[in-house]
């Protein structure tokens, strides 16, 4: 006769792989990218079994954890299009020359997707990848007043992938003085987008929006979040820098990569300057390259 810790053991049911792998996923937000396991009669169809289980299984979690979200009040019968282009328009048009505008606005003012009980589900099930996916549900859960999927969760506001912004519905709701999302993650996309994919013609040495360093990606981001607020709040230049004070006392940028006083510092001199938004570009842009001697050359 088996002993009661023999039939202990025996009576549990151990857990598939895929369970196994859901359950990782869901805590983690990591996932075997060759899908070993799933069921399919080749790697493909292995994939897309594992993808949908997956997704199908982050879905209900979020479910489950905001079964009472609602849609805030702000964003009933807004025009996101309309509202991004009115935000990012000052932007684009301190960066980019008169002929390319129009384009990098209509692509911008296309790319915000804000986080919304109307929306989660669809976002999550179609975003490229099962880790943007992942992280984008914690981002909502935050929204939401709802626990995170993980205690290592990123705390974050927005996310930028390709030309597509998620910006949390925490927008809507009264936030710092000088913080913008919709300028933060737009000023991502200029580094995410090569100018040919949106139709804009090719330049030597330019292939990206803008050549922003990848050291100072986020001090752009910031810089530009800030000074949108700053010319939104300042109708003139005097105004503008009386502003500047606030900006110094107040809550610094919470990436590791960014240096609070270089970031300071870009503010100030983009503030007195006449176009602001090309200081903060020459201080965040990517070395020039330098082009190689022809033989024989003095």
Known sequence: MLGHAAMGNAGRTRKSPAQQEIERYLCTGEHDALFFGWPGENFVACAQNGDAALRTAL??????????ATMPAALAGIDAVALTRAKVGPMVRGLFPAAERATVLDVLGRSMVFLTPAAIETVLGQTDWLSTAWNLANLYLASAGAQPLSRDAPSIVGLSEGTTCYVSAEYFRENGRFDDFVVHEAAHVFHNCKRRTIGLREIRGRD??????????????????????????????????????????????????????????????????????KHILERCSAPRQKRPRRLGAA
């Open 208 to 277: 990206w929006l803008l050549e922003i360093d990848f050291r100072k990606r986020e001090t752009f981001a910031y810089a530009c979040e800030a000074y949108s607020r700053v010319l939104e709040l300042g109708d003139d230049r005097p105004a503008r820098k009386m502003l500047m004070p606030q900006i110094e006392s107040g809550p610094m940028p919470t990436d590791d990569g960014v240096d609070a006083a270089e970031y300071l510092d870009i503010l100030r001199e983009a503030v007195a300057g006449r176009n602001g938004w």
């Open 59 to 68: 879905i209900s979690a979020v479910r489950e954890r905001t079964a009472h």
